[in-house]
T-cell receptor, first 115, second 115 residues
């Protein structure tokens, strides 16, 4: 049963610490998205990769956030330094087409709490 | 830029009653539209999608949506609500106008089903 896998599922950290979230997209999918979900802002697109190349990261705070795909089986989202306002659920999603018609498959999310 | 607007952040219906969740889109090109559902502590799952074929789209769990260009709407309906339909529902558009095909989500509508 193919699925998107995210780690960690839960993370509690102190302000100023580095946080790295990882995502394993479904094998063969060529698009990967990072979203952040909060009660106030809903689902915000942070970064978007196609064939491992970043296509859009305009929604991501550049000074502290970075997203990469070191290889086709791993996407990472890093926050350094973390702040309390970064507390949210971070979702990774992958898709099998680049034409915008396909289904996105979501992971179960990484719930981050920054104290 | 393409966008979607969901009217009503919370909707309550009685079990067995009609479910109607509203979504309006803004797009300079024919849109690709989606409805996703999110159950507590889970990622999003695709309910149905419109990609310029039939304007009435049927999805899983008895849901359907009708694309109305004249009204720029893509409302989600289900004839008879079930307790298991209680969840948060997101309308989304794939950004064809920019050529990135990034998926942009609405703010969500939380559906409550009353016994």
């Amino acid at each position: 049963d193919a699925r998107v896998t995210q780690t960690p599922r839960h993370k509690v950290t102190e302000m100023g610490q580095e946080v790295t979230m990882r995502c394993q997209p479904i094998l063969g999918h060529n698009t990967v998205f990072w979203y952040r979900q909060t009660m106030m802002q809903g689902l915000e697109l942070l970064a978007y990769f196609r064939n491992r190349a970043p296509l859009d990261d305009s929604g991501m705070p550049k000074d502290r956030f970075s997203a990469e795909m070191p290889d086709a089986t791993l996407a990472t989202l890093k926050i350094q330094p973390s702040e309390p306002r970064d507390s949210a659920v971070y979702f990774c999603a992958s898709g099998g087409t680049s034409g915008g018609t396909g289904e996105l498959f979501f992971g179960e999310g990484s719930r981050l709490t920054v104290l | 830029a393409q966008s979607v607007t969901q009217l009503g952040s919370h909707v309550s219906v009685s079990e067995g009653a009609l479910v109607l969740l509203r979504c309006n889109y803004s797009s300079s090109v024919p849109p690709y539209l989606f409805w996703y559902v999110q159950y507590p502590n889970q990622g999003l799952q695709l309910l149905l999608k419109y990609t310029s074929a039939a304007t009435l789209v049927k999805g899983i769990n008895g849901f359907e949506a009708e694309f109305k260009k004249s009204e720029t709407s893509f409302h989600l309906t289900k004839p008879s609500a079930h307790m298991s339909d209680a969840a948060e529902y997101f309308c989304a558009v794939s950004d064809r106008a920019s050529g990135t095909y990034k998926y942009i989500f609405g703010t969500g509508t939380r559906l409550k089903v009353l016994a």
